[in-house]
Nanobody, 128 residues
Framework: QVQLVESGGGSAQSGGSLRLSCVAS????????MAWFRQAPGKEREGVAAIDTKGNTRYADSVKGRFTISQGNAKNTMYLQMNSLKPEDTAMYYCAADSEYCLTDYDRKPDRLEFRFWGRGTQVTVSS
C-alpha cells in the first residue's frame, strides 16, 4: 500500500522560509512524477512544482525563483524549499506521485492532473 506523508509545514513571517518534505512508503516505481499542490480556502487547487526521477523540474509562475523542488537519492523522498514566502503562499500543501505520468503530462494540466497517490497535506501559513 502506497502512503505519502508530508511534513515541515507551519507558520512563517513574510520573507521567511520553510522546507516541506514528502516521504513515500510502499513505493518502488523506478520512473514517476512527484509533485506539490496547494489549496487555499475558497480557491482552486494549484500545481506548485513537479519533478521526475531524472531530476527535471517544473514550477508555477507564482513560485519561480522562490521555491525549489528536489528529491532524495532514493527517489521516494521529495522536498520543497520555500524562500521569500508571501502571505499568498498560505495554503494546505499536498504531495502527490504517480508512475503513469511524465512531465509532459503535467505540463498539459499542471493544476488538474489526477495523481493516484496523495498525502494528507501540511498547512503553511505566512503572515505579513
Amino acid at each position: 500500500q502506497v502512503q505519502l506523508v508530508e511534513s515541515g509545514g507551519g507558520s512563517a513571517q513574510s520573507g521567511g522560509s520553510l522546507r516541506l518534505s514528502c516521504v513515500a512508503s510502499g513505493y518502488t516505481y523506478w520512473r514517476h512524477v512527484m509533485a506539490w499542490f496547494r489549496q487555499a480556502p475558497g480557491k482552486e487547487r494549484e500545481g506548485v512544482a513537479a519533478i521526475d526521477t531524472k531530476g527535471n523540474t517544473r514550477y508555477a509562475d507564482s513560485v519561480k525563483g522562490r521555491f525549489t523542488i528536489s528529491q532524495g537519492n532514493a527517489k521516494n523522498t521529495m522536498y520543497l524549499q520555500m524562500n521569500s514566502l508571501k502571505p499568498e503562499d498560505t495554503a494546505m500543501y499536498y504531495c502527490a506521485a504517480d508512475s503513469e505520468y511524465c512531465l509532459t503530462d503535467y505540463d498539459r494540466k499542471p493544476d488538474r492532473l489526477e495523481f493516484r497517490f496523495w498525502g494528507r497535506g501540511t498547512q503553511v501559513t505566512v503572515s505579513s
